[in-house]
């Protein structure tokens, strides 16, 4: 995934830092946006694992900090549940803004809670995932109880929270002790999957419980047996990013692939955007591009590269069958390959140079290093780049 720093002003103006993390080899077809769990940050490894497998399947992801965190503008102890939402409403601007609208949330813990509440207030939004999520704002009250009676009586009260002080404010706990999730999700009409685990220290797996009872249709649940509240094992965060990629798919627009069928050996199709280019051989397809030096965006390999390819993977697979036939011991065979263009000797224009380099590995005697060294100009791509080539163009429609 390719991620670059951005911000946008929360509805205060302050400015919120954030992160766009986008797929590396095609344009993102959806956005989403993360809501990270209290007093965290967007930079949780488990938070950049889900948007890299988000990214894996095409899907754009931004992720930020909100207001008064991490190094988002704003004081923290002037920030409560209904301005987190808030955050997440002017993320959601932001996009439709300077790219495509949100079409889905998700949240991990505390987050998990408010992207419930932002989901009615967001029209583009089409799905919502919850990690972690608590059924109740109110559950992260727990986490500074012994300074409650101080904030009831001088309206504030500074508490360690992960081992770091925060100030928290007599509104902070009266607006989550006044969100009402259930209401909320009895109201909420979008595919919801409620992600948790059974051994949650922190937010009991009853509160997935409670969620999923209270969500309408269609809503899943997935069990994260043996994982913590923070997903700090990347196995778990890896999987769970996975898994809320492949069930989302279900609810979103996705353009498909030009994948043209053809009669023919190999067809390639290159629309009016760029010089992204979809090739079908065969039963498979692949991508290839130029690169951003000349205008592509590196989607793919280049033609050349392609070419390239084709020389390299011949050469291997025909040692590989000489090597199999002379019962030779050898493990591997790997064949590196450059293309590069120089002038001819008699100066009358230039010839493409392919430049091959092999390694073998296992038990070789020198002898038949060699033998393989001379195998390899036989194997047939080398033949067709190193001798003339007929090329007929003719119109198909």
Request: hydrophobic share 35%.
């Amino acid at each position: 995934m390719s991620s670059k720093k951005v911000n946008f002003k929360n509805s205060k103006e302050e400015v919120l830092a954030a992160r766009l993390e986008v797929p590396d080899k095609q344009d993102a077809h959806n956005y989403a946006i993360f809501a990270h769990c209290f007093t965290c940050n967007k930079n949780l490894t488990a938070v950049r694992n889900i948007a890299r497998a988000l990214n894996d399947a095409g899907i754009a992801v931004l992720r930020f900090d909100f207001t008064g965190l991490g190094e988002s503008e704003g004081e923290f102890e002037d920030t409560n549940f209904t301005s987190n939402v808030s955050d997440l409403v002017s993320a959601a601007d932001f996009l439709e803004k300077e790219y495509k609208a949100p079409t889905v949330l998700i949240g991990h813990s505390l987050g998990g809670a408010a992207v419930i509440f932002a989901a009615g207030k967001i029209a583009s939004i089409k799905a919502l995932a919850t990690v972690g999520a608590p059924s109740s704002p109110a559950h992260v009250s727990h986490l500074f109880s012994g300074g409650l009676e101080e904030i009831q009586a001088n309206g504030e009260a500074e508490v360690s929270i992960g081992g770091r002080p925060f100030t928290v404010k007599k509104d902070f706990i009266d607006d989550i002790e006044s969100a009402d999730l259930k209401e909320t999700l009895e109201n909420l009409r979008k595919p919801i999957l409620v992600a948790h685990s059974p051994q949650d220290m922190t937010v009991e797996v009853e509160n997935a419980k409670m969620i999923y009872h209270l969500a309408h249709h269609p809503k899943s649940f997935i069990s994260l047996d043996g994982a913590d509240h923070l997903l700090t094992n990347n196995k778990d965060s890896t999987y769970i990013g996975n898994v809320i990629a492949g069930w989302v798919e279900r609810y979103l627009d996705i353009p498909e692939v030009d994948t043209t069928k053809t009669k023919h050996q190999v067809a390639v199709a290159i629309g009016n955007d760029n010089y992204t280019c979809q090739i079908t051989a065969g039963k498979h397809t692949l991508t290839a591009d130029e690169p951003e030096s000349i205008g592509g965006r590196d989607y793919g390999p280049t033609p050349y590269e392609l070419v390239s390819a084709g020389l390299g993977s011949c050469t291997v697979v025909t040692l590989r069958m000489y090597a199999d036939r002379k019962e030779w011991k050898l493990d591997k065979i790997i064949c590196h390959v450059n293309h590069s263009k120089r002038e001819k000797e008699d100066g009358s224009g230039q010839e493409d140079i392919f430049t091959r380099k092999l390694e073998f590995y296992g038990k070789m005697e020198e002898k038949n290093v060699a033998r393989l060294l001379q195998i390899a100009d036989k194997c047939p791509v080398h033949k067709t780049l190193h001798a003339s080539s007929a090329i007929e163009t003719s119109l198909l429609n």
